[in-house]
């Protein structure tokens, strides 16, 4: 599943800058799950990210707690996100992103509505 994650995200950028090379790649896995990938190109993207897989307690069920950022240049200007995603969602944190950590507190967690 990480491993198509990550050539997604390298496909999503060869199409977006035709020019762009991939400059530096790295991946690692480990017995127990964990992983760790990062990645540069030529265009100014760069982006990391670990994870862990906790198992379920019954065959396919379980979860991944994934942490990462990725940073991107557009028009002189570095942009910079950071980011978790677990069995809550997706969280993206950065200067230029709306700040919504508030939401939770209206609408309440995942478990509140099942």
């Given at each position: 599943m990480c491993r198509e994650f990550v050539l997604l995200c390298l496909v999503?950028?060869?199409?977006a800058d035709q020019s762009a090379r991939?400059?530096?790649y790295q991946y690692g896995i480990e017995e127990d799950g964990a992983?760790?990938?990062q990645y540069q190109t030529t265009n100014?993207?760069?982006a990391k990210e670990d994870g862990i897989s906790y198992p379920g307690n019954v065959p396919e069920a379980g979860n991944y707690v994934r942490s990462g950022s990725y940073s991107y240049d557009w028009e002189g200007v570095t942009y910079t996100v950071n980011w978790t995603a677990d069995e809550n969602g997706?969280?993206?944190v950065g200067d230029h992103l709306p700040d919504f950590?508030?939401?939770r507190e209206h609408i309440g967690s995942i478990d509140d509505h099942q």
């Open positions: 999503a950028l060869a199409t991939i400059v530096n992983y760790e990938a100014g993207i760069s997706f969280h993206p950590s508030h939401t």
